[in-house]
């Protein structure tokens, strides 16, 4: 049955209306197989699809997958250019399904470290998909949180030099103006997987009071059961935001 979106439940749970993933474990599966890194890479691949069509059933209207961290150019340069090489096939694969079913497709992150012709894929698919409303799928793609804030604080800095933007009118609100997907809600739930309970410079900034779930099972074996626990779990829980349980529960707006 899809979740609620519409209203809060009594329990004071919010609707769910954005789910952020930290796409973990791909070379573990594949180690533990004896199988090249890559190889967990391409089954992940498989576990997105899966991820994206349950998401839709479930009403879900806006998925954020952590895919390449501004960290992960550190690891071995055969993987990151084989990580490289699957992301222009996955966008040159996709980009025709995403139209299909309606989805509109953001990379959000630092593309100047990709190569031109990735950056121009990237390009000419979120301009195919610009007008799909089913959903909204983003990719962080050499993303990193505290990017993701210095550069919202280089640009306010520099709209305030340009007279653009008076310094006392800062507040957080208009900071987060300035943040990636600042145009969409904050993520309600946060689901990591592979056993590791951190955030990994992820969405600092957008991820202040989101909910999070630990799944220990790698990513390429999250499926729609794992994605259902995930959710169930979610919706047993009480967001307060800072206020009390009694006045949640006396229908305090969450």
């Not at 998925?63 to 090489?85: D, H």
């Not at 340009?162 to 900071?175: I, K, M, Q, S, Y």
């Not at 300035?178 to 145009?183: F, G, N």
């Not at 390429?220 to 006045?247: H, N």
């Amino acid at each position: 049955m899809p979740v609620n979106n519409d209203t809060n439940n009594g329990a004071g749970t919010a609707p769910l209306r954005h789910i952020a993933v930290i796409m973990d474990g791909n070379n573990r599966w594949a180690k533990v197989r004896r199988l090249p890194g890559l190889a967990g890479h391409k089954a992940g691949v498989e576990s997105v699809r899966r991820l994206i069509e349950g998401c839709m059933r479930q009403g879900v209207g806006h998925l954020t997958l952590f895919a390449f961290s501004s960290e992960n150019w550190q690891r071995p340069p055969l993987e990151v250019k084989g990580l490289m090489e699957l992301f222009m096939l996955a966008l040159k694969r996709e980009a025709r399904k995403l139209l299909k079913n309606d989805i509109r497709l953001r990379i959000i992150g630092d593309r100047s470290r990709f190569s031109e012709a990735l950056q121009e894929k990237i390009a000419e698919v979120e301009a195919l998909t610009a007008g799909c409303t089913r959903m909204q799928l983003n990719i962080a793609a050499n993303y990193g949180g505290r990017w993701d804030i210095a550069r919202a604080a280089s640009r306010i800095a520099q709209d305030c030099r340009d007279g653009r933007l008076d310094p006392d009118a800062v507040d957080e609100t208009l900071f987060g103006d300035y943040m990636s997907l600042s145009d969409q809600p904050s993520p309600d739930l946060c689901i990591r997987t592979a056993g590791d309970h951190r955030i990994s410079n992820f969405l600092l900034w957008q991820m202040a009071y989101t909910e999070f779930y630990f799944a220990d099972c790698y990513w390429p074996d999250f499926g729609e059961q794992e994605l259902a626990d995930a959710i169930r779990d979610y919706c047993g829980r009480q967001r307060r935001f800072g206020k009390t349980s009694e006045q949640i529960e006396a229908g305090g707006s969450a």
